[in-house]
């Protein structure tokens, strides 16, 4: 099977043993995607995600998840204090030391007008998202339209493959 930028693999399609599919997003995700975890700390990097939107920022919804950063309460803070600041409404997807069912996942991503991820550790981020099916949520709320955000591993979580110092 030959993927192209044009494929659609369905995110709730169940895997095919041996056969690798990457997901390819729609071609018009919307993303901002940086260097550091702690970037969005920035006005000017949080403003880009808030224009992605095209509202008014009292309608907008950051769901903040950080995973990849043991869902550290201060981490949280630097990296959604902007947003709080321009009167956006945050929220948190805490599911590092704890679970989630899926339903709240789902009402939370859903919910999301931007998903910002934390910077941290890559790897354990993917692998917990994978065992508690957030992986294919957030692949729904891509084609949605969703505006994803993140630095360092919150930016690498966005692609098939990235390096990793874990």
Known sequence: MLLTSNSFI???APPIAGVRHPFVPSTNMKAVIAGAGACFA???IAQAAIDLTELPTYEICVLYIGTASYDINLYK???TCQFHKMGCHVKSLNIANSSLTFEEMKRLVEGATIILVSGGNTLFAMERW???GL????KIAVLRGVIMAGGSAGAICWFDGGHSDR
Do not use: F
Request: hydrophobic share 45%; no cysteine; aromatic share 0%.
């Open 130 to 132: 994978r065992l508690l």
């Open 135 to 138: 992986d294919l949520l957030i």
């Open 42 to 44: 920035d006005a000017e």
């Open 77 to 79: 803070e630097r990296q």
């Open 10 to 12: 369905d995110p709730l």
